[in-house]
């Protein structure tokens, strides 16, 4: 979303509605049990954080907001992620995959095959 689009969803948003910050992307992340076994989605979630400050995606212009999904209704080969709006699906995503996912197509834009 353009930085002046966000500036009119804003603008037009009524007083009691929460405000949400501008954001380059969203990574969603499925922390359901019946993807990954022993909490390991939700330990990769905990994780985002200090990945996305060490990889400058905290903040600025090309700042990820991460959430956590219970399903997606995908539940075979997890972690499942997707990042919005590329509209990308993410299978695997841990370890040296995550890893790309975070250098190659969050901070460069490019979608990892
Ligand atoms: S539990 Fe993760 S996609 Fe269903």
Not at 19 to 39: E, N
Request: proline share 4%.
């Amino acid at each position: 979303m353009s930085e002046e689009l966000l500036a009119q969803v804003q603008a037009a948003a009524p007083d009691n509605k929460p405000k949400i910050g501008a954001y380059r992307r969203h990574l969603l992340v499925c922390t359901g049990t019946r993807c990954t076994q022993d909490g390991e989605s939700q330990a990769i979630f905990d994780s985002l954080g200090d990945k996305f400050k060490a990889a400058g995606l905290h903040e600025g212009e090309m700042r990820v907001k991460r959430s956590r999904v219970s399903c997606f209704a995908a539940c075979k080969g997890g972690p499942v992620m997707c990042v919005q709006p590329d509209g990308v699906w993410y299978y695997q995503a841990s370890g040296a995959n995550l890893d790309r996912i975070i250098n190659e197509h969050l901070v460069g834009g490019r979608v990892v095959e």
